[in-house]
């Protein structure tokens, strides 16, 4: 049965030059950060979700949460530097370790040949990609709970209205898979997994959808704000993504308000947190993902006009300078640099 999208045109002034920004800018190190390791059991699925929590420790919530996922062959560990500063602004960042797609598939290989064998059994294998999104749902039931109860560490820290999901290559996808990208199996048969009370996404490096023909579809279903990241070297490491693919997500959806970064010379990895090993610019990179991010953040969970205004009115852009460039777009409405 073919899936009708129903198409709702508005008009949105967006905020013009850098005056209605204010004086805004992403608080930086405002509070201390601490951090807890847990591990989630998810009876239903009989699934261990390992977790790290970065959180401000001064700081009275309730907190607007970010949940976190890796990439392939990450685990919670990784990404701190998003950690930390998400939760140095204000934010409880969950870092999630996805089984089946972390480090662990790599703890037996012993050569090159054989890392490449277990990713490629790793990312084709269907299981893991239905997991993901189950696993930040999960995520979020875990969270609601522990909001609740005395004895907790969160009890009473966190907004649990005010979540984002945020993720990078196959955490890229993960995080499109909550806000309600369409999936279109071999067979025919059609799938989301929609979370509702995921409220804004940031995706890095999203692989692009199978379904080429019908990328209308597959993102038109998402409606919530989304920031998309890439660079203009970010070709996939193992799959079948080009840097010049990255943006079909962005170019695709029909009902959301919309964001994408591009860093000029940026490849796939510099959103992991490497920095100067490969490429000089990598701190700069990194710093404006945090900055960028943090802005969407405070203006989709927090609600700070401000914030939305620093973001899509020309002075995020005009700080990226030659480093990137930034495109904005509201339903039926685009604005380029």
Known sequence: ?????????????????????GNYAPASSTYQVSYVDAEWNDTKRARMVPVRIYYPAAKQGPLPVVIFS?????????????????????YVSVHLQHSGTDSAIWQNAGNIIEMALATKKAVTDLRNAINRPLDVSFAIDRLTQLNGNPKALLHRKIDINQIAVAGHSFGGFTSLAVAGQLFIMPNGKETVFRDARVKAVIEMSAPKSFNDEQLDRVYGQITIPTFHMTGTRDDSPVGETLASE????????IHA???????????????????????PKDQAFQRYV??????FLDAYLKGNTK????????????????????EKKMPNHLTSP
């Open 1 to 21: 049965m073919k899936l009708i999208i129903q198409l709702f045109f508005f008009c949105l002034v967006w905020p013009s030059g850098t005056q209605a920004a």
């Open 70 to 90: 890796h990439g392939l062959g990450g685990d919670r560990n990784g990404y701190s530097y998003l950690g930390q500063y998400w939760a140095s602004c204000g």
């Open 246 to 253: 990255r943006r079909l997500s962005f170019d695709h959806m």
């Open 257 to 279: 308000e919309e964001y994408l970064m591009i860093f000029q010379g940026g490849d796939h990895m510099v959103f992991s947190g490497r920095w100067g090993k490969d490429d």
């Open 290 to 295: 945090c900055r960028g991010s943090t802005a």
């Open 307 to 326: 914030a939305k205004a620093w973001l899509g009115g020309g002075a995020f852009e005009k700080e990226l300078g030659r480093l990137g460039t930034l």
